[in-house]
């Protein structure tokens, strides 16, 4: 079973703040990811502005593209990142515009759960998915649990890379043992830590540990 990635959720409400973690965290994290605040914040030069400082590292645009997947695929790729994120609510022609031009995740949030919907995604060379707790909900009091587990699996089982996230921390990790999730994704967690590289090093070493 091949070591699940990880993934640092850059939230951030500047590049500069941004790049601050990503330089601290390079060397244990896999996928640098403009988050959807940031881009919010600074547009797609935050996109290039990581590109820039981790140029052998995947970079995510967390757009949650909606629609005019063409436009979003478009300028994200030519900011630099190798992915880009669509919320599961947009429509299958807007993800698959978004896919003529980047290759695309779709964030599973409300009404996710329709395998009809799922399959046109994987029919169409959409086969990233990621499973989200959202922040709200787990500001909330939502924890992680062994139906998060079961959709996990459900998801793997139809086809899709599943990356994992919301309040995501390591010792979340040993719930998805048995499981080949595609990347873990930590946010707060890391970007907040009194050390950003000793945190990551610990998520590190617990997937090293659990799927080494």
């Known amino acids: 079973m091949a070591l699940p990635m990880l993934q640092v959720a850059l939230d951030c409400e500047s590049t500069a703040e941004a790049l601050n973690v990503a330089r601290q965290v390079m060397d244990q994290v896999d996928v640098l990811e403009t988050g959807t605040i940031l881009c919010y914040q600074d547009g797609v030069k935050a996109v290039s502005a990581l590109r820039a400082v981790g140029p052998d590292k995947i970079v995510l645009a967390d757009v949650k593209c909606a629609d005019a997947g063409t436009k979003f695929g478009k300028a994200s790729k ?14 299958v022609p807007t993800m698959v515009n978004a896919r003529k031009e980047i290759e695309v995740q779709v964030e599973l949030y409300e009404g996710w759960d329709n395998k009809e919907r799922m399959q046109e995604w994987l029919n169409n060379g959409i086969d990233q998915v990621v499973y989200h707790q959202s922040r709200d909900a787990k500001f909330a009091g939502q924890k992680w649990g062994e139906k998060d587990v079961a959709n996990v699996k459900a998801l793997i089982d139809m086809g899709f890379k599943v990356s994992v996230t919301g309040g995501v921390h390591p010792e979340v990790l040993k719930l998805f043992k048995d499981l080949p999730v595609y990347c873990f994704i930590a946010g707060r967690d890391i970007r907040n830590a009194e050390d950003p590289h000793a945190r990551a090093k610990q998520y590190k070493d617990e997937i090293k540990r659990i799927w080494g």
Not at 78 to 91: E, L, R
């Open 78 to 91: 030519d900011a630099g990142a190798d992915w880009m994120t669509c919320i599961n609510a947009a429509t």
